[in-house]
């Protein structure tokens, strides 16, 4: 049975899920769930996962969620994958593995505090929390340096490898996301982050063409955003 992925393109753990997939030649269907309608809280999509998140794959009668936890299993299902993405190595792995703990408390937490008091609030109408905005901010930066200063210290990709791991791509698809801040907001948060932007400039080259292929859904959300956000403002591009 083919692989089923459930997912939406916005969602920063689905667009890894999809580059991964792609880079390795893995068959799959994808079945897209809106999350910005909310449809991953209908009861068809809640039978399927009842935590209503994406992504989620159903691989024959084996579902699992949790983006970590399936590009892991992929990694080790398919004997196609290469090496560098799940080292077999079990130093090397446990590497890998600090890093994909390390993510969801730190770096995605501020970037999604950021994109949620900067973006959809007001998109909705609703009043930004000044406080938590500069709180997601600073935990956000604090990402971004430990990211700048350890993670990266030692090698193009995070913990010293020569080539991207699943955890690179998942860090680079969260820092993407922060392509939907104005430009004014985004390069305060990341031009002081060398090292940063020539990693995530070195995820997309190394999986060319479907970096740019899969995030195509974002590119075009940003431009509708900023255009709503200017029209809220009573500005004109």
């Known amino acids: 049975m083919t692989l089923k992925i459930y997912c939406d393109r916005m969602s920063q753990p689905s667009r890894a899920i999809l580059i991964f997939c792609k880079m390795n030649g893995i068959d799959f269907e994808e079945v897209t769930i809106d999350i910005l ?9 809640k039978a399927v996962n009842p935590m209503c998140q994406v992504p989620t794959i159903v ?29 077999s190595d079990l130093i090397e792995r446990a590497k890998v593995h600090s890093v994909l703990d390390w993510h969801h408390a730190n ?43 350890f993670w990266l210290k030692d090698g193009p990709y995070l913990v010293g490898r020569s080539q ?17 801040l104005s430009e004014e907001l985004h390069d305060r948060l990341l031009s002081p982050y060398k090292k940063v932007l ?4 070195d995820t997309k080259s190394a999986t060319a063409p479907h970096f740019e292929e899969i995030h195509g859904v974002l590119f075009k959300t940003r431009k509708e955003f900023h255009e709503l956000m200017a029209t809220k403002s009573g500005k004109t591009e």
């Open 198 to 201: 020539q990693w995530v400039e």
């Open 164 to 180: 991207p791991s699943i955890a690179d791509l998942n860090l680079v698809s969260e820092i993407m996301e922060l392509q939907l």
């Open 59 to 87: 691989d024959g009668d084996f579902t699992l969620f949790e983006s970590h936890a399936i590009l892991i299993y992929l990694s080790c299902k398919y004997p196609g994958v290469a090496s560098h993405w799940y080292p």
């Open 107 to 149: 770096l995605r937490r501020g970037s999604v505090g950021v994109i949620v008091n900067n973006i959809l609030l007001p998109l909705k109408g609703l009043p930004s929390n000044p406080q938590a905005a500069e709180e997601a901010e600073k935990t956000l930066e604090k990402a971004l340096t430990i990211l700048e200063t």
């Open 37 to 45: 309608k909310s449809q991953q809280h209908t009861p068809e999509y």
